[in-house]
């Protein structure tokens, strides 16, 4: 299940970071952040960018999907997705597609 709140996004990050046995310090330099901006991402106050995420993750090693889901049994169909795309206007079908894009090429990295 896709994650959308920061705070749980935040925390996974902090025990990510924990697990990893890394500083805040040292995760910030590695994702060319401030400090203070990273400790305000683990504690879930700021909204941050997709490029910000992608950072953090190669600094931890770790890919986006780690950090964005939480495991749930699978409850939807190829079917489920055709029918929420077949709602949506061309442009955004686009720009799912384009999220999906940047998303699995994320996974490979």
């Known amino acids: 299940m896709l ?3 920061f705070k749980v996004i935040g ?3 902090y025990e990510t970071r924990n697990k990893k ?4 310090a040292e ?3 590695k994702a060319e952040l401030s400090e203070r901006t990273y400790a305000d991402i683990e504690r879930g106050s700021v909204n941050m960018r997709l490029e910000t995420l992608l950072k ?3 600094a931890l090693n770790i890919t986006p999907n780690d950090i964005l889901t939480i495991e749930q049994p699978n409850t939807f169909s ?3 997705i055709a029918e929420i795309i ?3 206007s061309e442009s955004e079908k686009q720009t799912a597609l384009n999220l999906l894009n940047v998303y699995l090429d994320s996974l490979n990295k």
């Open 21 to 24: 046995i890394m500083s805040r």
């Open 3 to 5: 994650v959308f709140d």
């Open 86 to 88: 077949n709602k949506c």
């Open 78 to 80: 190829e079917s489920d």
């Open 11 to 13: 925390n996974k990050l």
């Open 27 to 29: 995760v910030a330099e």
């Open 56 to 58: 953090i993750c190669r």
